[in-house]
């Protein structure tokens, strides 16, 4: 889904130091938050240490569709996590990426802003229709395809704001280069909505605690 998989020196030095000082700026203030919280919980953090393996896992299962396209499972990682906890799984899942490979080093924090908004709108479409959309399957389906599409449109601000070294084509030419992956990306997330829409359900029928839900 929405992640730039481009080399480092892709983007200039100037852009690189601007995407990863938002990044850390963001990351400070998860950390802050949850430093002063002061009493840790811990089924929370093991609940964030699993989707932390598992978005990681699937981050790097390749679907051979135009070009190739991967699953993120961020915005499952927003409704299970939480914004706060699910900013460092997110900076966590792109290191251990960069690490092998998976987009350059320059990209992380560009990429964890990507993440980042996923996360955050799945999180907040998923509590805030509580009220008036009680159904666990739907609502995290709507909540997924709609951090995913927040995903894919900073993805595309980021890369025009940015520019790309060695690149000729206009603005125009890379925008409609971007909204064709986009497409595809889209197209995939409504696979995506549909699988982190069945695992909310389950977990909201065995554990239902761990999404802030009620029983019965």
Known sequence: MAHIHLEDGAFSLTWVLVWWLLALVCIGIALWILRSKGRKDTGRITL???????????????????????????????????????????????????????????????????????VLVAFAVFRGSRTFLPDLFSRAGIATFAGLFTGNLIMIGIILVSGVQGVTQSPEQVLAGLSLIVAVNMGVAVIEALLSGLIVRYIGNVRPDLLGEQKG
């Not at 190739?68 to 699910?86: F, Q």
């Open 48 to 118: 964030a240490a699993f989707v932390t393996a598992a978005a990681f896992a699937l981050f790097q299962v390749n679907i051979p569709l135009f070009g190739g396209v991967h699953l993120n499972l961020t915005p499952l990682v927003g409704i299970l996590a939480g914004p706060v906890l699910g900013s460092l799984v997110v900076l966590v899942i792109n290191i251990l990426s960069a690490a092998i490979g998976h987009g350059g080093w320059g990209l992380v924090g560009a990429n964890v802003l990507v993440n980042l908004a996923e």
